[in-house]
């Protein structure tokens, strides 16, 4: 087993400063309302889900266990040491004198299963590490979770010419998308950014897919109320490039999680530093990258998160 040191307790992902509540059962970022009923094994989240898992001696120690972006319903049963995560696993860690405390301890984005022993002091993380922090009488505080970890994506081009290109390497993360829909507005969350889109170019987080000049949008984007949210922007140039995926005809980004968009340009909040009167924008028919006259009519997707 590696160590790792309890600096871990307050883990910070590079771009993210937010943390996931510890029950984020529909996976759009906020703390969903939820009750276990330990006498039935009920689990019921408001406005989502009502399932049956665990009983009366399991305390509940719900979790993304599996990195899908979305809270499990889960249950750790002292008198046997069992870890239970519907749907994804069984494991058995810890006893009846431990305290459960699951929590990314390794940085990856994924819950782990984490146990405190206050008699002795001792923190063990399945498969991780075991450590000796802190004494009885203690309030054990385990690690949370990030929104994720703000990584890049790759491009999506899958053909290779030559040894080392990109096609070749297909370096960085997996495209990994999730559409919601909130309110009846349709979102997409990106977990490698932490990033939550309007996804529809029809929706009212595109403007409807009108075109308008940069800082018109601009406005728009700062005081739209949409998916229960206030805190909309306009993405800047980093953002928005990292949805152009390069291996798909145009529009060049991923129309199944981002429906309706046009095969034309979209601002971007990043203005041209050589001429301040232009902003750059991100033309979806090639993917490429270019700056305008910030009077110019262009498109808009309104972006929220990471800041």
Do not use: H
């Not at 889900?49 to 002292?78: K, L, M, N």
């Not at 890049?152 to 096609?167: H, I, K, P, R, W």
Request: glycine share 14%; charged share 15%.
């Amino acid at each position: 087993m590696r160590s790792i040191t309890m600096s871990i307790l307050v883990p910070l992902v590079l771009g993210l400063s937010q943390v996931l509540p510890a029950a984020d059962f529909d996976g759009d970022g906020t703390g969903d309302i939820a009750i276990f009923r330990a006498g039935s094994g009920l689990w019921a989240v408001r406005g989502i889900t009502r399932v049956y898992f665990g009983g009366t001696a399991d305390e509940p120690v719900p979790g993304d266990y599996d990195g899908s972006g979305t809270d499990s319903a889960a249950i750790f049963r002292p008198s046997s040491g069992l870890w239970a995560v519907r749907n994804v696993t069984r494991v058995y860690f810890g006893g009846g004198s431990d305290d459960a405390r699951p929590g990314d301890y390794t940085g990856d984005g994924t819950y782990d299963v984490g146990i405190f022993r206050g008699s002795s002091g001792l923190w063990a993380v399945r498969g991780t590490t075991r450590v000796y922090f802190g004494t009885s009488g203690d309030k054990a505080i385990a690690p949370g979770i990030s929104l994720r970890q703000c990584r890049l994506s790759v491009t999506g081009q899958t053909f290779t010419e030559q040894t080392g290109d990109d096609g070749d390497l297909q370096a960085g993360a997996a495209f990994n998308f999730q559409t919601l829909s909130i309110g009846g507005d349709l979102v997409t969350i990106d977990y490698n950014t932490g990033l939550m889109w309007a996804a529809d170019g029809n929706g009212a987080g595109c403007w409807n897919g009108n075109l308008w000049a940069w800082g018109n949008l601009l406005n728009v984007c700062n005081n739209l109320v949409f998916a229960g949210y206030s805190d909309w922007r306009m993405p800047n140039r980093r953002e928005l490039n990292s949805l152009v995926n390069s291996g798909v005809a145009p529009p060049t980004i991923n129309s199944a999680y981002f429906p309706n968009t046009k095969s034309d340009e979209y601002w971007t909040s990043t203005a041209y530093q050589a001429q301040t009167y232009r902003a750059w924008y991100i033309n979806f028919s090639t993917g490429d990258i270019n700056y305008q006259n910030k009077i110019s009519s262009a498109r808009v997707r309104a972006v929220r998160g990471s800041n």
